[in-house]
């Protein structure tokens, strides 16, 4: 069984749905905190500095989906190599070739969380660049979730194995 795929990685609805919610609950603590401290008469509270922090957060979380609309593109080469690469949000898995693609070649990370229904991958390139892709059932079709998260799994192990094989301390253990 070959661990290579290509997957096309779409920003996720859930996610962005789920970080509009908060944003509207940090509001509404934000005037609920503005309204409970012009009701005890102070004219600057600790209420009015925690309402700017929570109004401040939930203009990042309004602003963070919104900032994202490309789609990705991860390729893994059947040794567990990884390419990422920015694309059309609507763009095809594997429209362009592997030989042609232009990508940064990318390791995944400690810290990387693969569940049956998330996968938080930290991947880091060559230059040193840190990217968390934060991947949902929604941002890739259900089969190609599955495979990129049987994909990971593999090469997270066979970097283990590569490192426990050389005597380095090992990026999985803590």
């Not at 996720?12 to 940090?26: C, E, I, P, Y």
């Amino acid at each position: 069984m070959s661990i290579a795929l290509s997957a096309t990685i779409r920003p996720s609805r859930l996610l962005a749905g789920l970080q509009f919610a908060m944003s509207a609950v940090l509001l509404s603590t934000s005037s609920w905190l503005l309204q409970s401290a012009d009701s005890l008469g102070f004219s600057f509270s600790l209420q009015h500095v925690l309402a700017i922090i929570c109004a401040i957060a939930s203009f990042a979380l309004i602003v963070q989906p919104l900032r994202r609309r490309t789609g990705l593109r991860i390729d893994v080469t059947g040794l567990g190599q990884i390419r990422l690469l920015e694309t059309l949000p609507d763009a095809e898995a594997g429209s362009t070739p592997w030989s042609d693609a232009v990508g940064e070649v990318v390791q995944l990370r400690q810290g990387s969380t693969l569940w049956p229904s998330l996968m938080v991958l930290r991947l880091q390139a060559v230059s040193g660049r840190l990217t968390t892709l934060i991947l949902l059932p929604d941002s890739v079709s259900d089969d190609a979730f599955h495979a990129l998260s049987v994909a990971c799994r593999w090469v997270a192990a066979s970097q283990a194995t590569h490192d426990a094989l050389s005597k380095d301390i090992s990026p999985w253990v803590g």
